[in-house]
């Protein structure tokens, strides 16, 4: 079946050591989403690609970056992770062309703990 | 900011009664609307849309209602089953762009 696949689904860090959470999606979709989404809080989202175009959020931390090295996998590298970093992180995709909000698949999410 | 606000975290309602769930927000600018249904283990699934230039939308036993006047609308489930039972959330969108989430709402459906 086509799908997103987030990996790992959870991942243990200590404060200030760098962390990457990874996604990767069989549905060959140019657009791919990174969110951030904390206890009993929204989904925010932290930034974009639209194909190698990448779009940060104007609110996003310098310490979250991201890689995409092609159409299926997306990177979430998170430099000096802190306790506030602690969160459920979901990485979507969407189609191209269309109504893009309503077709945007998202993965299981990776739940990140920094002790 | 929250532009779309959830402000009821849960709900438990009856196998066989009416759910209804509800959102606000802020941002006039907003022209399209979703829920997204979550469960555990699982990322959030499109459940149903509006356009801002309708006021209902009708899916099976899934309406949508937008009251543009007040920034509101609502999800209906009718009747409510207990496999319905997740985390529901809203959210909108400007002119196709970024989606903006509510904080969700826990659905309870008791059989």
């Known amino acids: 079946d086509a799908m997103v696949i987030q990996n790992p689904r959870y991942q243990v860090t200590q404060f200030g050591k760098p962390v990457t959470l990874s996604c990767s999606q069989t549905l060959n979709h140019n657009v791919m989403y990174w969110y951030q989404q904390k206890s009993s809080q929204a989904p925010k989202l932290l930034f974009h690609y639209y194909d190698k175009d990448f779009n940060n959020e104007a609110d996003t931390p310098d310490n979250f970056q991201s890689r995409r090295p092609n159409t299926s996998f997306c990177f979430l590298d998170i430099r000096s992770p802190g306790l506030g970093d602690a969160a459920m992180y979901l990485c979507?995709?969407?189609?191209?062309?269309?109504?893009?909000?309503?077709?945007?698949?998202f993965g299981p999410g990776t739940r990140l703990l920094v002790l | 900011d929250q532009q779309v606000k959830q402000n009821s975290p849960s709900l438990s309602v009856q196998e066989g009664r009416i759910s209804i769930l509800n959102c606000d927000y802020t941002n006039s600018m907003f022209d399209y609307f979703l829920w997204y249904k979550k469960y555990p283990a699982e990322g959030p699934t499109f459940l149903i849309s509006i356009s801002s230039i309708k006021d209902k939308n009708e899916d099976g036993r899934f309406t949508v209602f937008l009251n543009k006047s007040a920034k509101h609308l609502s999800l209906h489930i009718v009747p409510s089953q207990p496999g319905d039972s997740a985390v529901y959330f809203c959210a909108a969108s400007a002119n196709g762009n970024k989606l903006v989430f509510g904080a969700g709402t826990i659905l309870r459906v008791k059989s």
């Open positions: 979507a995709t969407s189609p191209p062309g269309g109504r893009g909000p309503e077709t945007q698949y």
